[in-house]
């Protein structure tokens, strides 16, 4: 490396001569005729060596060297001079001068004097260097040291809070099972964002990251950067939480709960960043079987094929599924009896208020309305559902729609089982029509006349209704689809209305038939049909004489109709009848009549008109009286329409 | 003095066969179609004997009964009870004989006679 040289004399000819000279011996060389001049190229050039001659005008050469050790120690001096003269040597070197060359300048002489000077700059910057690298090296080991110490802490914290929830974590297993599923994930990290100490779970599921950036273990690309709960605890120096992505060795994703807490403050400074990260990959599994299994039960709830309802204690509907509310309407914060039966108080022998008593599970069978008005048998079982003290909350019924079974079973019930049902209704009428034959033969025996009168009376009575029994049986056990033949619908309510007619003047009840001109025809089953309309107008007969509420009672009988179809309606103001008995007056073997009932002739009487595709509704209020009203269709032949409206 | 005997049964020609038959026995009777008709003539009349149907259209026999105990007179006549229910013939546990319809004619004769004596 080529020294920086000034060269400063005041004869033009010596600084030309000696410039070149230096210049040829490899220096980098300025020039400066006086001191003055000198300092200011020292000023400006800071070079490494300075060749002066001592005799000059203004300021000499020792005044110049003086000054330029007294400002810039370190810039060696070389003084040459005229004169080899002892005392100015000695001056010289006190002033700290380098050298001392006379003149004439020896080229060798000064070349040498040079290579000393060159070689205690280079000694000196060497030794500079060392210093400096010596001082570096220091603070860097001792840096180190101070490092090390704090991740040394940083690390006896981990391990200690590591111990701590180690400890805790067993507490809590003897208690609660999945502590040892919601593993821990600790980790500090320094100021530079490195991870500085890990605890052995961490290493285990997300690989050893100590040395490695701080966000190497989050698996969302956006905080794999400085926007991480770690840079960003760094950086507000305030915990945080947050739900993250940590990416397993395995390459899988788990979620977590991070916690970032700034430890080691020092001067408002973060030295250290705790991360806790709570893996909740089993919770959120649990929540997420937790929601399949509550779905799937709503699913089940909602699309089983019965009628779910859960109530308290007070009858008052906590929950129903769908096809409860589709049928009935929403049970929700209505009563059961109201939204199921229609009823104004809880009904007789309630399943449910059975088990909220015993706990057990019970069971009913019972005919409810839909809320378009369609009747259907029900089978409800009741079921407890219990708290966790095991107390009885609510209780959970379940109604099966049991209509169809009830229809296939009443059809495949023996004539026995029928007779059964209906023993007391055949005893009452064999006790009469005995009595009547004991009647009539003792009356002969007596020759009472009045007596053999009513015997005979009384048989008749009797023998019409055990021959309508008899009917009822056949038509049940034999059920057949109607015969039908085309017949004037006039001339047919005409004759219905005369079989009834005699009865109701017999006990005093004031019958009317309206029925109008031009009917037309249609085509029934005559003697099904007359049958059931028949049965009707004697219950409506039979309601009028049961009831002692009014003074007079009437049964109208009122036939009309359009192109479509045939009407006939059949009122009575006898005793009507409530809610529940409606519901149950077309059911098999239901009577309201005790003895005289068999429970068969609403039942068939209904059965006749749905066979000849009608429809057949009452209307009825207690204590007011029912109305029954039947629709049939003409069912008519192309030809026999015609003749129909015709007429 | 014939002893008099109610029949208390809503089915007409079930009544006046029984009301016949005793007469034929040498009974006095008197026919109550209901619960209401009956307590009206135990009013006015006295009686040695009833028959009761179990089903009225006003009232069952055990509320018939239970009127009764409410008046002060169960137990001052002999109750007997005629039903096609046999399921129910123990419901008026006063009753001093049970007849399942239909009657067996000779048995209820029999019956009576030895209770009246």
């Given at each position: 490396?080529?020294?920086?040289?000034?060269?400063?004399?005041?004869?033009?000819?010596?600084?030309?001569?000696?410039?070149?000279?230096?210049?040829?011996?490899?220096?980098?060389?300025?020039?400066?005729?006086?001191?003055?001049g000198?300092?200011?190229?020292?000023?400006?050039?800071q070079?490494?060596?300075?060749?002066?001659?001592?005799?000059?005008?203004?300021?000499?050469?020792?005044?110049?060297l003086?000054?330029?050790?007294?400002?810039?120690?370190?810039?060696?001096?070389?003084?040459?001079?005229?004169?080899?003269?002892?005392d100015?040597?000695?001056?010289?070197?006190?002033?700290?001068?380098?050298?001392?060359?006379?003149?004439?300048?020896?080229?060798?002489?000064?070349?040498?004097?040079?290579?000393?000077?060159?070689?205690?700059?280079?000694?000196?910057?060497?030794?500079?260097?060392?210093?400096?690298?010596?001082?570096?090296?220091?603070?860097?080991?001792?840096?180190?040291?101070?490092?090390?110490?704090?991740?040394?802490?940083?690390?006896?914290?981990?391990?200690a809070?590591?111990?701590?929830?180690?400890?805790?974590?067993?507490?809590?297993?003897?208690?609660?099972?999945?502590?040892a599923?919601?593993?821990?994930?600790?980790?500090?990290?320094?100021?530079?964002?490195?991870?500085?100490?890990?605890?052995?779970?961490?290493?285990?599921?997300?690989?050893d990251?100590?040395?490695?950036?701080?966000?190497?273990?989050?698996?969302?690309?956006?905080?794999?950067?400085?926007?991480?709960?770690?840079?960003?605890?760094?950086?507000?120096?305030?915990?945080?939480?947050?739900?993250?992505?940590?990416l397993?060795?395995?390459?899988?994703?788990?979620?977590?709960?991070?916690?970032?807490?700034?430890?080691?403050?020092?001067?408002?400074?973060?030295?250290?960043?705790?991360?806790?990260?709570?893996?909740?990959?089993?919770?959120?599994?649990?929540?997420?079987?937790?929601?399949?299994?509550?779905?799937?039960?709503?699913?089940?709830?909602?699309?089983?094929?019965?009628?779910?309802?859960?109530?308290?204690?007070?009858y008052?509907?906590?929950?129903?599924?769908?096809?409860?509310?589709?049928?009935?309407?929403?049970?929700?914060?209505?009563?059961?009896?109201?939204?199921?039966?229609?009823?104004?108080?809880?009904?007789?022998?309630?399943?449910?208020?059975?088990?909220?008593?015993?706990?057990?599970p019970?069971?009913?069978e019972?005919v409810?309305?839909?809320?378009?008005?369609?009747?259907?048998?029900i089978?409800?079982?009741?079921?407890?559902?219990?708290?966790?003290?095991?107390?009885?909350?609510?209780?959970?019924?379940?109604?099966?729609?049991?209509?169809e079974?009830?229809?296939?079973?009443?059809?495949?019930?023996?004539?026995?089982?029928?007779?059964?049902?209906?023993s007391?209704g055949?005893?009452g009428?064999?006790?009469?029509?005995?009595?009547?034959?004991?009647?009539?033969?003792?009356?002969?025996?007596?020759?009472?006349m009045?007596?053999?009168?009513?015997?005979?009376?009384?048989?008749?009575?009797?023998?019409?209704?055990?021959?309508?029994l008899?009917?009822?049986?056949?038509y049940?056990?034999?059920?057949?689809?109607?015969?039908?033949?085309?017949?004037?619908?006039?001339?047919?309510?005409?004759?219905?209305?005369?079989?009834?007619?005699?009865?109701a003047?017999?006990?005093?009840?004031?019958?009317s038939?309206?029925?109008?001109?031009?009917?037309?025809?249609?085509?029934?089953?005559?003697?099904n049909?007359?049958?059931?309309?028949?049965?009707?107008?004697?219950?409506?007969?039979?309601?009028?004489?049961?009831?002692?509420?009014?003074?007079?009672?009437?049964?109208?009988l009122?036939?009309?109709?359009?192109?479509?179809?045939?009407?006939?309606?059949?009122?009575?103001?006898?005793?009507?009848?409530?809610?529940?008995?409606?519901?149950?007056?077309?059911?098999?073997?239901?009577?309201?009549?005790?003895?005289?009932?068999?429970g068969?002739?609403?039942?068939?009487?209904?059965?006749?008109?749905?066979?000849?595709?009608?429809?057949?509704?009452?209307?009825?209020?207690?204590?007011?009286?029912?109305s029954?009203s039947?629709r049939?269709?003409?069912?008519?032949?192309?030809a026999?329409?015609?003749?129909?409206?015709?007429? | 003095?014939?002893?008099?005997?109610?029949?208390?049964?809503?089915?007409?020609?079930?009544?006046?066969?029984?009301?016949?038959?005793?007469?034929?026995?040498?009974?006095?009777?008197?026919?109550?179609?209901?619960?209401?008709?009956?307590?009206?003539?135990?009013?006015?009349?006295?009686?040695?004997?009833?028959?009761?149907?179990?089903?009225?259209?006003?009232?069952?026999?055990?509320?018939?009964?239970?009127?009764?105990?409410?008046?002060?007179?169960?137990?001052?006549?002999?109750?007997?009870?005629?039903?096609?229910?046999?399921?129910?013939?123990?419901?008026?546990?006063?009753?001093?004989?049970?007849?399942?319809?239909?009657?067996d004619?000779?048995?209820?004769?029999?019956?009576?006679?030895?209770?009246?004596?």
């Amino acid at each position: 490396m080529a020294l920086n040289l000034l060269l400063v004399d005041d004869e033009e000819g010596i600084r030309r001569f000696l410039g070149m000279l230096l210049k040829d011996l490899g220096y980098a060389v300025r020039v400066a005729s006086d001191g003055a001049g000198a300092l200011e190229a020292i000023d400006s050039a800071q070079p490494d060596l300075v060749l002066t001659d001592i005799k000059m005008p203004r300021m000499d050469g020792i005044e110049l060297l003086k000054r330029i050790k007294s400002r810039w120690p370190e810039i060696e001096v070389i003084m040459i001079s005229g004169h080899g003269d002892l005392d100015l040597v000695i001056q010289c070197l006190q002033h700290q001068a380098t050298d001392f060359v006379t003149k004439p300048v020896n080229e060798d002489i000064l070349d040498a004097a040079l290579r000393r000077v060159a070689e205690k700059i280079e000694l000196r910057r060497k030794l500079s260097e060392y210093t400096q690298n010596l001082e570096r090296l220091i603070k860097e080991k001792s840096d180190r040291v101070v490092e090390l110490e704090r991740q040394m802490a940083a690390s006896q914290v981990v391990d200690a809070l590591c111990q701590a929830l180690q400890n805790l974590s067993d507490e809590m297993r003897e208690e609660a099972g999945y502590n040892a599923d919601m593993p821990c994930y600790i980790a500090v990290h320094n100021r530079l964002f490195e991870v500085v100490s890990t605890n052995r779970l961490y290493r285990e599921r997300l690989g050893d990251k100590r040395g490695r950036c701080s966000w190497e273990a989050y698996a969302d690309p956006a905080r794999r950067g400085f926007d991480n709960p770690v840079c960003l605890t760094f950086k507000s120096g305030k915990a945080r939480r947050s739900r993250e992505m940590l990416l397993a060795l395995t390459g899988e994703q788990l979620p977590a709960v991070v916690y970032t807490t700034p430890i080691g403050c020092k001067e408002d400074r973060v030295e250290l960043v705790l991360e806790m990260a709570v893996d909740v990959s089993e919770i959120s599994r649990l929540q997420e079987e937790l929601w399949l299994t509550q779905q799937k039960y709503q699913d089940l709830f909602d699309e089983t094929p019965c009628y779910i309802v859960v109530r308290d204690k007070d009858y008052l509907i906590k929950a129903n599924n769908r096809l409860f509310t589709r049928d009935f309407g929403d049970g929700v914060g209505r009563n059961c009896y109201s939204a199921f039966r229609h009823r104004t108080e809880p009904c007789p022998e309630c399943p449910v208020s059975r088990t909220f008593e015993d706990g057990e599970p019970h069971h009913k069978e019972s005919v409810v309305s839909t809320r378009d008005g369609r009747e259907m048998n029900i089978l409800t079982w009741s079921t407890p559902i219990h708290n966790t003290e095991g107390e009885i909350v609510e209780v959970m019924e379940l109604s099966t729609d049991i209509t169809e079974i009830r229809k296939l079973q009443d059809h495949l019930t023996s004539l026995g089982l029928m007779l059964g049902s209906m023993s007391h209704g055949v005893k009452g009428m064999l006790t009469a029509l005995e009595g009547g034959v004991y009647r009539l033969e003792s009356g002969l025996a007596k020759n009472d006349m009045t007596r053999v009168g009513g015997a005979t009376e009384s048989i008749k009575v009797l023998v019409n209704r055990i021959r309508n029994l008899v009917l009822n049986v056949l038509y049940y056990a034999k059920s057949r689809e109607p015969e039908r033949e085309e017949l004037d619908v006039a001339e047919f309510g005409r004759m219905v209305a005369g079989i009834v007619e005699p009865r109701a003047q017999r006990e005093k009840i004031v019958f009317s038939a309206a029925i109008g001109e031009g009917l037309g025809r249609f085509a029934v089953d005559s003697g099904n049909l007359s049958a059931a309309l028949v049965n009707i107008m004697e219950n409506a007969i039979d309601a009028c004489t049961a009831d002692s509420g009014k003074d007079s009672h009437t049964v109208a009988l009122r036939v009309d109709g359009d192109e479509r179809e045939v009407r006939f309606e059949i009122t009575d103001n006898g005793l009507g009848m409530d809610r529940e008995t409606k519901e149950k007056a077309f059911t098999l073997f239901f009577s309201s009549k005790g003895l005289k009932g068999t429970g068969l002739g609403l039942f068939i009487a209904s059965d006749v008109i749905t066979k000849h595709g009608g429809a057949i509704r009452l209307e009825s209020e207690r204590g007011q009286g029912t109305s029954f009203s039947i629709r049939l269709p003409r069912n008519l032949s192309a030809a026999g329409a015609e003749a129909g409206t015709a007429n | 003095m014939p002893k008099r005997i109610l029949v208390i049964d809503d089915d007409e020609h079930v009544s006046s066969y029984l009301s016949d038959l005793l007469g034929d026995a040498g009974y006095e009777t008197d026919v109550a179609a209901n619960g209401q008709q009956a307590l009206a003539l135990l009013e006015k009349k006295r009686f040695d004997l009833m028959t009761l149907d179990l089903e009225m259209p006003d009232m069952t026999g055990p509320k018939f009964n239970k009127v009764l105990k409410r008046q002060g007179r169960s137990g001052d006549i002999p109750i007997v009870v005629i039903t096609g229910h046999m399921g129910l013939k123990y419901v008026i546990p006063n009753a001093v004989a049970e007849f399942d319809k239909p009657i067996d004619r000779e048995a209820l004769l029999a019956k009576v006679k030895e209770i009246l004596g």
